[in-house]
């Protein structure tokens, strides 16, 4: 995106920038963008899975490949060996599910945990 002079905006704008010229104001930027990553405390898991995109500079790849790893970390934690809505759906299953993010005991845990689980659906 770098080279060819666009930029994403904080509101997710596409806007036109001043191209760069080299690689090294490419890694510049890359750098800057890696930074704002790590100052912003991107989970350890996220980084894992974006990292070289993001270096690269290259945002649309870094986010495909962070949701590409909640899956990943999602199979991991749950010990299930199935994909996309089945997998979310089956690993924060209200009835009997592999993962929770409460003690799922009042009625409102129980919203926030199908919230949570409704979240990583629409990702």
């Known amino acids: 995106m770098s080279f060819s002079g666009y930029r994403i905006e904080k509101n997710g704008e596409l806007v036109q920038i001043k191209p760069v010229k080299n690689i090294d104001e490419a890694l510049l930027r890359a750098q800057n963008f890696y930074k704002l990553l790590v100052d912003r405390k991107i989970h350890p898991e996220v980084m894992k899975y974006c990292k070289p995109e993001a270096l690269q500079d290259n945002y649309f790849h870094a986010v ?60």
Do not use: C, W
């Not at 899956?71 to 209200?94: C, H, P, Q, V, Y």
């Open 64 to 123: 495909f490949e962070a949701i590409k790893g909640l899956n990943a970390r999602i199979k991991e934690m749950s010990g299930l060996d199935i994909d996309g809505t089945n997998l979310i759906n089956t690993a924060f299953s209200e009835q009997k599910p592999y993962l929770v993010i409460n003690t799922m005991q009042t009625q409102s845990e129980k919203d926030e945990h199908n919230g949570f689980r409704f979240l990583i659906l629409v990702r």
